[in-house]
């Protein structure tokens, strides 16, 4: 079935490119309906007791997300872009339908509108010198959706923006000064005093690096501190026609996709909070010799984004000594019984399907084990930095659904442009804990 032959009010969102990086076109920041946005109601968990946190240890005491208007269906998605790229090449029609397919993408939501490409037809033209474009975009439309994904977060949290005291902004699609940072502490309305901190281009690992930084803050800075964690994320600078010549590029056109995620976390819940998530331990650590495998680069057409492919296979070859070193950090707290990889839940980026089904295979992992990344990867695609949140807030869901027991203790992890990996040791504090 072709665009044309659906309802027409899906037929704006069949067609819309994957490979961008959120464009806003027609949406006004004042324009908040124009956002979906959704959170975990944590008022609405299951109704056991909750796991404690440990005193003085970060938490993550809220989630939420947003997403821009557009739905892409990937069953609807090649036609689309072929067209609006003025691409009638038969090859690279039928590698990106198998890819679009491997993938395990179902569906993405996106800014990029039939509008934008009227007013910016030089978006899908070869050769086109369109960075301020692209820029002039994306720098507002990621503002926007860290707003609504910040503003659903603290819904959820039932806390006052009075009570922010640092912002940790997470972004690898806009490049301006000041930052995102500023821009979003102002969109909030956050009080001049909150202490900023922007980590940009950090891709894919972005999420967890956010949340290794929030924890940091918050466990050096008292019981008092609540730090607000927004990502948010578009793929206008890499949209670009495709060609024989960048046959990676269709890679990012089947799996990536737009969105905003956000946290609060702190210490020493108050009585009125409720702890998702304790962060233990955090660690970084980046491949010597990789920093060619997660390749991008700021041009006058945009960003050229390319992936080795590789990539898989490198992580799988690290990922093992890289998860023991973070599990030792617990049984430096005299825990008796080490950990086994089945005894703990696994939030992994979902990078692609072959990072997963490569780590699975060289852990021995149970294939429910990434649950909640396989479905974060199938309804949202790969969001880059975005996309630990949406993991995350599906293993809340799943623990409000359980009634046997659960895993307490688990990894939350990411793999970025380096090759950086960044690791957290959590404890999930909905858990259902042994009688």
Known sequence: MYAGDLPVNLQVICWSPAFLFHALGAFELHGLTHMVSTDVDTTKQATYPCLAPNPGKATILALGHAFPQQLVMQDYFVDGFMRNTHCDDPVIREKLNRL?????????????????LKSCPELAQEGSPTMKQRMDISNKAVTQMATEASLACIEAWGGDLSAITHLVYVSSSEARFPGGDLHLARALGLSPDVRRVMLAFTGCSGGVAGLRVAKGLAESSGPGARVLLATSETT??????????RPYDLVGVALFGDGAGAAIVGTDPAPRERPLFELHSALQRFLPDTEKTIDGRLTEEGIKFQLG??????IEAHVESFCQKLMKEREGDHHDQPLSYDDMFWAVHPGGPAILTK????LGLDGGKLRASRSALRDFGNASSNTIVYVLENMVEESSRRREEECEWGLILAFGPGITFEGILARNLQARAAN
Not at 100 to 116: A, L, P
Not at 359 to 362: A, F, L
Request: charged residues 30%; proline residues 11%; hydrophobic residues 30%.
């Open 100 to 116: 679009c397919k491997t993938t395990t993408v179902k569906t993405r939501y996106v800014v990029m509108s039939d509008e934008i």
């Open 359 to 362: 780590m699975e295979g060289r």
């Open 309 to 314: 492919r590789e990539l898989p296979h490198i």
């Open 236 to 245: 206008i600078a890499g949209f670009r026609p495709p060609s024989p010549d």
